[in-house]
């Protein structure tokens, strides 16, 4: 049986408030497949790298 290999991305986003910064609303993306976090400093700027994800492989790396 051939096993097709499922290409997809997942991502834990975290938003909070900085109440150092004049309430400035942060945001993360972590890959839950490697761990990587990412930070950003507003909503607009995490849908444009969400976006950019359509132009790379997010592979699942499930053995066969």
């Given at each position: 049986m051939d096993?097709?290999?499922d290409i997809?991305?997942?991502?834990?986003l975290r938003?909070?408030?900085e109440p150092?910064?004049?309430g400035a609303?942060?945001?993360s993306l972590e890959d839950t497949?490697?761990?990587t976090r990412m930070g950003f400093s507003s909503l607009k700027n995490v849908c444009e790298y969400l976006?950019?994800?359509?132009?790379?492989?997010?592979?699942?790396?499930?053995?066969?």
């Amino acid at each position: 049986m051939d096993h097709k290999e499922d290409i997809y991305c997942s991502f834990l986003l975290r938003i909070w408030v900085e109440p150092e910064d004049d309430g400035a609303w942060r945001f993360s993306l972590e890959d839950t497949q490697t761990g990587t976090r990412m930070g950003f400093s507003s909503l607009k700027n995490v849908c444009e790298y969400l976006e950019g994800l359509q132009e790379i492989e997010c592979r699942n790396e499930r053995e066969s």
